[in-house]
């Protein structure tokens, strides 16, 4: 992807869809393609986890041994807990097809949050609405 691409993909990604543009520009910049295959294993639960995703194509399963808790596919995100917290990985992503996704580390994820309240505000809005899902026996994908 070039850097423009990247630049509206990001754009369309409600978590980052109100940062200005010089920003989402520094965000691609910063934003890693890794590609993977039907079936890899992208994190792993109980890993150190400093790194967060963000899908381009493909679809990924995130799930606690063989309970499947959600679907993510085409601009959804995953990773981002372990990046805030530091705390270790807690469920498994796996390819379920193909995939191009885009890679965040934490140090630039942290210098991005200084800078974006607004952002830090979506992710714990997301975060939250996430852990009251799961605690009614469903999982949002966002």
């Not at 509206?8 to 890794?34: C, D, Q, R, Y």
């Amino acid at each position: 992807m070039i850097t423009v691409q990247k630049i509206l993909f990001l754009k369309n990604i409600p978590l980052f869809s109100k940062m200005p543009p010089e920003e989402l520009g520094h965000l691609a910049g910063i934003a890693e393609e890794v590609v993977y295959s039907e079936s890899d294993v992208i994190i792993r639960e109980g890993d150190h986890g400093d790194e967060m995703f963000l899908i381009v194509e493909g679809q990924i399963e995130i799930h606690k041994g063989s309970e499947s808790l959600a679907m993510l596919t085409r601009q959804d995100y995953f990773g981002e807990m372990s990046v805030l917290d530091g705390e270790p990985r807690s469920a498994t992503a796996t390819a379920r097809a193909d995939c191009l996704l885009l890679r965040i580390r934490q140090s630039e994820f942290y210098d991005i949050l200084e800078r974006h309240f607004n952002v830090a505000l979506t992710i714990i809005h997301t975060l939250t609405r996430r852990l009251r899902d799961m605690n009614q026996g469903t999982v949002s994908d966002e």
